[in-house]
């Protein structure tokens, strides 16, 4: 069955896994490493828009779109062309070597999104993870200083210097020894745990306060400090939003202290949250953003900006042999295009329309501790008791395994919730289906307990 741009809603027409599926997941078994997670036996054949087909002919409804990537939906066709014909005139030069037109062209369009009157630079990657290392060696060599800090919860990547920074499970750290020099992690501000009982405005105060009474004094002192990375809205850590005064304290005390701040917008940015980029929702200028995931449409692309006072370094200090690969650099131009051209602006609309029918969903289940995020960046926490707010990680996998049986793909994340983050073109169809879908899920769970 060919999928259609009309099929817009779920279709399954095999018990789950199907037959084809099963058969795939055995053969994969047998030669792919251990270490990939897989939440349910999803076996992808092809997709368009928000829907995807599985090898047996199930059709899903994806709110997951690979992790935040597919943001312009699976195979949009402007995409698909793009992508076409750029393979059949080039596909590989190398930036760093050599020069193509479309990388300026894709660096000025990034820039142009960004607020700020100093001009500024972009280097390519190919991953979210390399943008993150880029922007340690590039805080380091401006400043340098050393040390940097990051915020339990985030996720920065799983390559050595990344992954110092990522304190989200210890599973990803295990076994791999000694981390990256001169890290330290500090509490991320969570108004739904707050230990001092503050809302979502003022939560985080006491974190400012041991950063600058505890940290700098007892620790490192902020003329060592390179670089604060903080990711606006964490995505692994459970799409917790970083209150908008907090940031804002951030990016003062990094001003007065000349350290770089830099926002993570891996996941949260292209158009994400409703704006460009998450840390606009605060009103902050970083010094240093890195940005992967949705920036591409799929295609493995990267990258990280900076001031240009800041990325002034001297040729060879930084390279990639791949990163800003030519085809991947036209997804990237199409995927803006079309983000530009509405999927932003319906992505603020969606995000507003999904928040209106969940907005009850804490007084309707008992297992719904919070639902938080911003634009098509939402997080549900399980729990198993709204009072002592207790996590509930099996619940919250019951929940997710059953909506994968009813047609519609979610991912977990954190450690008790689930994350929505549907390609940024879905309708009040697709968003009514996911509510119904997920209402169904949160009852069966309840009965059982």
Known sequence: MQITVESKLPRLVTALPGPNAKRVVEYDGKFMSPSYTREYQLVAKRGRGAIVEDVDGNTFLDFAAGIAVCATGHCHPKVVDAIQKQ????????????????????????????????????????????????AIKLA???????????????????????LSLTASKATQRKGFG????????????????????HTSETCGTEIIEQLENDIF??????????????????????????PLAFLQELQRICRKNGIMLIADEVQSGIGRT???WAYEHAGIEPDIITTAKGIASGMPLGAFIARE????????????????????????????????????ENARRMGEYLFGKMADWTKKFKIIGEVRGRGLMIGVEIV????????????????????FRKGLLILSAGECTFRLSPPLLIDEEQADFAVRTLEECFREVEKSL
């Open 274 to 276: 409703g704006k460009w």
């Open 384 to 403: 198993r008791d709204q009072k002592t707010k207790e996590k509930a990680a099996d619940l919250r996998t019951q929940i997710v395994n059953l909506a």
């Open 87 to 134: 393979a059949a005139e080039l596909i590989h030069m190398s930036g760093t070597d050599f020069f193509y037109e479309s990388l300026p062209q894709l660096a000025e369009r990034l820039v142009k999104t960004m607020p700020g009157a100093e001009a500024k630079r972009v280097f390519f990657g190919n991953s979210g993870t390399e943008a993150v290392e880029g």
């Open 140 to 162: 380091r060599y401006t400043t340098k200083r050393d040390k940097i800090i990051a915020f339990y919860g985030c996720f920065h990547g799983r390559t050595l210097g990344a």
């Open 178 to 197: 000694t981390m990256l020099g001169g890290i330290e992690h500090i509490p991320y501000p969570n108004a739904y745990r707050c230990a001092q009982g």
């Open 309 to 344: 006072s800041v990325m002034n370094w001297k040729a060879g200090s930084h390279g990639t042999t791949f990163g800003g690969n030519p085809v991947c650099i036209a997804a990237a131009l199409a995927t803006l295009d079309l983000v530009e051209g509405g999927y932003m």
């Open 217 to 242: 004094k007892r620790l490192f002192d902020p003329a060592d400090v390179a670089a604060i990375i903080i990711e606006p809205i964490q995505g692994e850590g459970g799409y917790i939003a970083a």
